[in-house]
């Protein structure tokens, strides 16, 4: 069963209008017809990983809210859209509650608009479970111009009810479409909540899809240099790929203009970007020895060890972490080192320099290549990730992760020419506010 909530709001209905025999009758009729169709519509499309916002205390919400709002009044669009993913935060049992009060807030923070459909999956006892949102927020000015695709009957509709927020049910819900990404895409991790979340719609007599992704992450540093490199993005590729295909299935003879934004999760080249940072260093591994599991680590290979295996221990050594060392005659270890990576920890020795230096490695940048029928306006802002979760140290990166482009904003062919024509800013924002581990990233332009 579908969990529906309505926002008071003033009920808008579009204007009644006739032509009388005059109008019919001038030359142009047929002209000022359609004329009146060709308006031009200011879109904003955001992205925001919204996983950090949801703690017990909530004490982020506040600024994230004034943070999306401001940035709204900014563009001043007509169609405003934002995904979300990791609504509910990791405490999802705990805090999926806050999710419909926090849209509420940012509705409210939003008077300009008087239309809002908010799909946010927060059924975490749900099987397709994939705490992805879809906000879309309509100005009274567009309202007759918009109509929604009901994905049971095949049909467009017109928007009746001013507010709604569903949050239950959304795998039968008929305006969207909503997948958790196949368990055998990652069989060898926990199944997670990584998916889509599609919704299509007809504006001024364009069809949109706006569909929110989100795709694998990297869950350890430490495979990326001892394992594959490619080990993690060849499965978003494949969980993309798998998006593409479902959505080309689903055109229903149309072409629309496709806009895939939300947490893409992609990473920079691995060997490309340690070799700029680790430039005259040597790699060192750090052991540790365990009992049983490889736990943390990553086995090292026997021929590389001497190892007195006892017949009552089941010991093994692990490589825990790497670190990257200026060679020199000194054995002060701790003052050469450049770099260090553990399996969730990234430590350069100047996080500053690396946050500030970031345009020297954006050519590192190189996973969106991938995909060759998907388009993306030039990059020039600093890495979407990993930002730290303190608010009063919210302007530096974490040393968790190396710095990403993770969250972005594609498009089609046909989308790309458009936007392209229609004054397109393509930025980052909040970067003097704790948004959390992931910095909201909006595409504006006009058509």
């Not at 359609?34 to 031009?40: C, F, G, K, V, Y």
Request: one cysteine or more; hydrophobic letters at 35%.
């Amino acid at each position: 069963m579908c969990r529906l909530f309505k926002i008071k709001s003033r009920r808008l209905m579009p204007a009644a209008f006739h032509l009388d025999s005059s109008f019919l009758s001038h030359p142009n009729s047929l002209q000022l017809l359609t004329l009146s169709t060709n308006i031009m519509v200011q879109y904003l499309l955001i992205t925001a990983n919204v996983g950090s916002l949801f703690e017990p205390d909530a004490r982020l919400h506040a600024a994230w809210v004034k943070t999306v709002a401001d940035q709204v009044d900014y563009v001043d669009p007509s169609f405003f859209v934002i995904h979300l993913q990791e609504t509910g935060g990791k405490k999802f049992t705990e805090c999926s509650q806050q999710v419909p009060i926090i849209i509420s807030r940012l509705s409210t923070a939003l008077p300009k608009f008087d239309l809002l459909r908010a799909y946010v999956d927060i059924d975490y006892e749900a099987i397709e479970y994939t705490a992805l949102g879809a906000l879309c927020f309509i100005k009274r000015s567009l309202w007759s111009s918009v109509s929604q695709f009901n994905f049971h009957t095949k049909k467009y509709e017109q928007l009746t009810s001013p507010k709604e927020v569903v949050t239950h049910g959304l795998e039968n819900y008929p305006y969207v479409v909503k997948h958790k990404f196949p368990k055998d895409f990652w069989p060898s991790i926990k199944w997670g909540r990584k998916g889509y979340m599609q919704t299509r719609w007809k504006i001024a007599n364009r069809v949109f899809d706006f569909v929110n992704a989100h795709l694998f992450h990297d869950e350890s540093n430490l495979a990326l240099i001892h394992e594959n490199p490619q080990l993690y993005s060849q499965n978003r590729k494949r969980a993309l790929d798998f998006v593409l295909s479902e959505l080309s299935a689903m055109e229903n003879g149309c072409t629309p203009l496709l806009f895939v934004f939300g947490d893409l999760n992609f990473r920079l080249d691995s060997r490309s970007f340690l070799n700029r940072l680790t430039e005259r260093t040597a790699p060192h591994p750090v052991e540790q020895e365990q009992m049983g599991s490889l736990a943390d680590g990553l086995q090292t290979p026997t021929a590389s060890l001497q190892v007195a295996a006892h017949p009552s221990e089941n010991l093994r050594r692990t490589v825990s972490a790497i670190e990257f060392r200026r060679e020199s005659d000194s054995d002060d270890s701790q003052n050469s080192c450049v770099l260090r990576i553990e399996k969730k920890k990234f430590d350069y020795f100047n996080h500053k320099k690396l946050l500030d230096d970031w345009q020297s490695y954006r050519d590192d940048d190189k996973e969106a290549e991938n995909f060759k029928s998907m388009f993306e306006m030039n990059i020039n802002f600093p890495p979407t990730y990993p930002w730290s979760e303190d608010p009063e140290d919210s302007e530096t990166l974490m040393k968790t992760r190396a710095p990403a482009w993770c969250d972005r904003v594609l498009m089609n062919k046909n989308a790309f020419g458009l936007v392209k024509e229609g004054g397109p800013e393509y930025k980052s924002f909040g970067m003097e506010t704790c948004t959390g581990d992931h910095k909201p990233v909006m595409l504006t332009f006009n058509i």
